[in-house]
């Protein structure tokens, strides 16, 4: 049976209709007809694999990767890099305008909203060669939902370094669980003593310390720019003579960069060893709580107030605590990294009807040839 694809929703998957009913089809590009075989049937949709495609987009070109196809990662290769940005940058969209609800964004005291959501940029650096931090199993990448390990001896989108190892082989010898940061190795098994767990990078000329089995960003040029964003609403908005808040802060990358700007800054991660990193990574006057983001605002939240906040939640989101708590306190600005456009534009529902305004928002756009979204908000206290 044949499908038109309507447009690309967030997974990377297109969405069609067939007797009215929705499919969600892989490897399709918006307005390309193909053939497709249903691989799962449910009352109200269907999945399904594309067998031929019988209209190919314009903006398809064939994908840089050998594994392309069986190595779980890069789906959207077969898109080209302008067109690629485009679609992310329609997700993100999509996402917030579909959390804020057709209610919200037809009410015209909510115009300007609207206007930045449409108005949203890119901000993007090189489309390959960009991935320094990997996790292979095996020496290989696993398989697109599945366990079945693709040994690989190359990949366009890793750093230089991490290609070197790839040639090299030296990967393909490792057993087990590895984790590479350019051109440092470690594993899992805590008896290999001769490999490093604990590097420094060099980020906009700072060294920042982490163990590289924990998350550090894996794109260091577009780390550079996400900081250079936060750096340029610091400036905007902020009140350096008061206090900043760095929730989920992982080893302290922003207020590494940040804390020092105000006159107290406090930072906030459950992971007991990154908020030790934390301590090294930041060279200012700080407070340092190795809490959850529920368990500090209830608390000890209530013993500061808060000018600024920069908030980098999980996919999941930022707890429900933790935003009940943003919107009763109400700080004056809060600057929101998210790596999940859904989650994003849910929270952003509740932080616009507590008397935020949304005066940005940008795709960061930190995975290309993926379907991989992150993205920056920032909100203001309307006074």
Known sequence: MDIIADKMIFGGDCIGHIEGKTVFVSGMLPGETAEIA???EKKDFCRAKVRYI????????????????????????????????TLRLSILQDSFLRSLGRAFCENPEHAKTIEVINAAQVVYDRPLGYRSRFQFHNGGLKKNNSDEIIPIDSCPVATEAVQTLLSSGTLSHMKGRVHVFDDTVAVEDPRCKDLSQTISVTVQGKPLTF???????????MLEKTLDLIKKSIDTYSDTN???????????????FFASRFQKSVLVEHNRHAIEYARKNV???????????EEFCSKKAGAYTFDTVIIDPPRSGMEKPVLQWLCTAKPK????????????GRDAKQLLEAGYVLKSLYLLDFYPQTSH????AEYVLHE
């Open 242 to 256: 008061g206090n900043m808040l760095d929730m989920y802060c992982g080893v302290g990358t922003f207020s590494a």
């Open 38 to 40: 249903i691989t799962q």
């Open 54 to 85: 019988k209209e190919m987009s314009p903006h398809r070109v064939q994908p840089v990767c050998p594994y392309y196809g069986s190595c779980g990662g890069c789906n959207l290769q077969i898109a080209n890099d302008s067109y690629q940005r």
């Open 283 to 293: 060279q200012a006057a700080a407070d340092y709580f190795a809490l959850s983001g």
């Open 211 to 221: 163990d590289v089995r924990g998350f550090f960003q894996s794109n260091i040029p």
């Open 333 to 344: 600005n809060i600057f929101s990294v998210s790596c999940d456009p859904v989650t994003h």
């Open 373 to 376: 979204i992150e993205s920056y």
